[in-house]
């Protein structure tokens, strides 16, 4: 068998531990593997690693060419986000040039946007589409965790305990952003596990003048400093916005914004994040010898499971409710 | 209610985190909360947490009292092994003490022989005790993952990325030794996270000669560098021990042992880790509604669940077998 | 001798270990410390360290009030900005209660604006005033390195780190501001550490139309992705400025802008910012047996120094010629 | 100009650094740089970077080839220590190999014992040879840091904090041995950085007595844990001896030995020493310019020297008494 493996969309730490098990299932398996370029552009530009000295040929990947990457951030295969993709003339094209390099499989790793592109595909293509959920927002339905989100959390609680030192030093009020445009699990999950006071996620209609209450009631239990974790797609804007809002409710914090930025999807992957990045690079190739296709490879409960593409980004993923509640409890 | 809470042997990182949580959700409820130091022993000592103006009294834990604990490693309250628990006479000790001050309820942060005591002393005593999971080995029965587990495996697999760098440097074999006597669960998430080719763990009877051979057929495969993680309580002996033996086999490799140790207790707990301490805490507490008593707080499928004590130690915690198989695909 | 210690300013990591220093170096020598809590702001309102039970009252600090705090961030003295202490009647203020608690001796901990203070403080004030620079912006004259600043360097290149795997993924181009209103030594250590391509400092007019010229020389050299390394005091303003001027320009990249923040004041110091700290601590309780006051507690080519306050904030310090000229030559 | 660069004896972090310096440094100059593998053996068997498909032919490092390499420890060249190039007969096949292929000049990056062959070579050989100080030792006379020094501080100091923990929460005395066989840099500085009580270094004759007396009083002062920095070849055994014959002089707490090995030696280099990498690679390069040889590029006082090799080696380089001193005033 021949499987073509790409990373399409926003990168996400994992991504190369995800890339790396692909290849070396793949060989221990008897398939070979070919790494796609900057994602689906690069499909059909015919854009292959480790083409620079063969031109439009399609070399197949070692198990030596993917040593120590699982450590490193990024994807050494290069990402994008691909506009012709989007029409069926792309797909089209993307059909013919997978068929024209006779690939039998195609191993998409990405979010919603290249399940989304995956689908068409794999309606489209005779071949078998399995993809793998690499994407730092943990917004797919079907999985527990996304590759990638895990780090992403890790990155945004070691910049909050650094923003806490201040914090405390100066006895203010730091609003801190996240990533997240219409999903809350980031800012959510980092709320909690740095300790922050609130989180203002999308999927919640927290107003401004809500927070500000709060606020008032934790400076009267002797809190020293606050810190609010805003989701970029927070209902009343991302951590500027409110801290404009704030300032007019006259806020008894010295109040800063911070927005964690790019700074999110870097750095060398967690050891969950690496895990669940060989699992399922692993099981999307096992996954072929059924004939499976259509779907994405997720984790639920420990376990490996087949989910169709659709289905994971047809509907919102809902945030744990217990934990909005349990950070409630816990800013006290 | 009056609750206690302490923390007994071996410290790991999220303890404090748990702590946190058991006094923030007892103030969100309505109770008070008492720090025991130095685990059971300070309990027979009447050793509190703030005791040092007040001599014996108790003092109750404040919300404040807490703040900024959850990001540090080992345990404000101090842990310890008490011998004089583990009889009979130690266990009536304990009650006297828990009645003396008007304890209404317990809750131990521990391992196996922590809750071994927390048996005892739930079927002596008329209050409640209810156990919170915090050892890193990620051996108890009844919870997917331990309070602290998740941290060791980050600080290994962080050691493990820098011997990495010198083991290809040089062309050497590492054996890496780390904690677990009788549990290879860190040992084999620490060999798959940091791409180690071989894994030696007490629960599979790997022999050195099997490791030899396996090491020979990695060099063929043209390997710079090789892992091997090594669980303390492999059958054929730690890293020094494997060491002598893949001497004597003409080993292809120059070796270098390294015994990671206590660092492997210490250190920043993840965000998981933090959650996960964070949700346990505030579940223990919670439980006591009920009148529930001789069980541990754990987790399982992402849902928090109520194990007898007894359950938790009394059979081996097995091994993933996925992922033993999983570390073998990978190592190709 | 009864010396009293503050930190003033904006936070610095590093406070905490120079602290840690003073307190122990005037138990080693037979004084006794007070703590005052929030800068000079702290003085004028009597608020010390410890004193929460006893009331207007200046409690010592012993040994071991200052264990383990060298490796936090922050300050756990606190610290402000005093608007008042800048007027004569403010300072007249400090001195008269810092004679109503009969202190021999005060050593701030701050940056420039805090020796401007401690300038005036030592004219007025019959004690001793001696300094210890504490800001991560390096920007004080007398003193090869200030404290914190090898800590925000190493923050902000971690940052950098991270950001060149998504850079790379997306060949993209990434402006990252750091902290440095006047000053462009972060900027530029950090530009260099994190092999960054470009920087852009207050000291040097660059002007966007020679940043877009050199970013287009970097593309037809074959970078994947760039770096630019951009001080908050850059003369054609900051990150998001400097990108829009790029886009109008027909920047070759895909470009982001980061702003790093507060994130860069806090964190575990770094070990130099640990031993600097503690030398300069140190450094200062023993120059108080001569005599001397007005003075800043540095180190030249390894060597302590006492430097007069005015000397270390009247003129700029210039940054090392030599690494702007090593960036441009690294960056081929 | 044809320059070779290699890496010679135990691998430092920052030798990559280094090796981006030299490249880029000679293509601004207008040379051309040749990667030797695996250290004066690569040099022998005719060994160098990019030649898996050139054969015996060298080829010629481009500046993209050294790419974000900064950032990664070990090197990228491989390292090794070469027996056979210690005798005269090896120097003599070093020259003719590097006639062979028309070099004009050799950068060899290590410590002492690369040094020592330097030295013999540069005077058998007709070429220039310019070392780097690589070595996390800092032993080398004539540059105040070497390369690879403060990483290594940095990650035992980053161990330290975590044993810090433990040994807080279980009351106990950590001896942790740090490497240096002859030279107590490693240990001092760790040591002062970490906040440790004691240091034994290999230049001051501590027995294990003294140390005894020492951690009676510490004890007497309340300190609830005890680290001492062992260097490896401290006078009476390292951190396993020690901690026996502390047992024997009943010591009054718990001890646990560990050893931090290999780990040391890898990890991302600290901002410090990429900068001093990439500045003595530069210098090394421009130095070629004046004919200059048998030389170490090191730097001093913030200065650029350079340094006969036989000096780097022939004495001891002496530790700073001021931060002996200093640690014994800080644990009180």
Redesign the interface.
Same mark, same amino acid.
């Not at 699982?70 to 994807?75: A, I, P, V, Y």
């Given at each position: 068998m021949k499987i073509g493996v790409l990373?399409s969309g *926003? %990168?996400a +730490?994992g991504?190369n531990a995800c890339l790396?098990?692909v290849v070396?299932?793949a060989?221990?398996d008897g398939h070979s593997v070919v790494g796609i370029r900057h994602g689906y552009q690069g499909l059909l530009d015919e854009h292959f690693y480790g083409d620079e000295s063969t031109g439009k040929a399609a070399p197949v990947m070692s198990?030596?060419s993917v040593?120590?990457i699982?450590?490193? *951030?990024?994807?050494i295969l290069?990402?994008?986000r691909c506009q012709q993709f989007r029409s069926d003339n792309g797909v089209r094209m993307a059909v013919s040039m997978l068929d024209r390099h006779h690939f039998d499989a195609l191993i998409p790793i990405g979010g919603d946007g290249t399940f989304r592109g995956a689908a068409a595909l794999s309606k489209a293509w005779s071949g078998q589409v399995i993809g793998c959920p690499g994407t730092i927002d943990n917004d797919l339905i079907g999985t %527990?965790f996304t590759i990638g989100f895990?780090t992403a959390?890790?990155?945004a609680?070691d910049?909050i %305990? &650094?923003?806490? %030192?201040?914090a405390?030093?100066?006895?203010r009020l730091?609003l801190v952003e996240v990533m997240g445009r219409h999903s809350g699990h980031l800012a959510l999950?980092?709320a909690?596990?740095?300790?922050a006071e609130i989180a203002c996620v999308p999927e919640v209609a927290v107003i401004a003048a809500k927070v500000s209450v709060r606020v008032q009631l934790l400076k009267s239990?002797? &809190?020293?400093s606050i810190i609010v974790v805003v989701a970029e797609g927070n209902r009343e804007g991302g951590a500027l916005a409110l801290q404009e809002k704030l300032k007019e409710s006259d806020c008894p914090y010295d109040t800063?914004?911070?927005?964690?930025?790019?700074?999110q =999807? *870097?750095?060398?992957p967690? +050891?969950?994040d690496?895990?669940l990045a060989? =699992?399922l690079g692993?099981f999307a190739v096992r996954s072929l010898a059924g004939g499976t296709s259509g779907m994405m490879a997720g984790q639920q409960? *420990?376990r490996c499971v087949l989910v169709p593409f659709e289905e994971t980004f047809s509907k919102h993923k809902p945030l +744990?409710e217990?934990?909005i509640e349990?950070l409630d =409890?816990?800013s006290?």
């Open positions: 990373c *926003g %990168d +730490p991504m790396r098990s070396r299932a060989v221990s198990a030596r040593s120590h699982s450590e490193r *951030g990024g994807t290069s990402s994008s %527990d895990a959390v890790q990155t609680v910049c %305990d &650094k923003l806490r %030192d201040t405390e030093s100066h006895s730091f999950y980092t909690l596990a740095a300790s239990l002797g &809190k020293h800063r914004a911070v927005i964690l930025g790019h700074v =999807r *870097g750095g060398s967690t +050891p969950a690496r895990i060989t =699992r692993d409960n *420990g +744990p217990h934990q349990l =409890r816990m006290c």
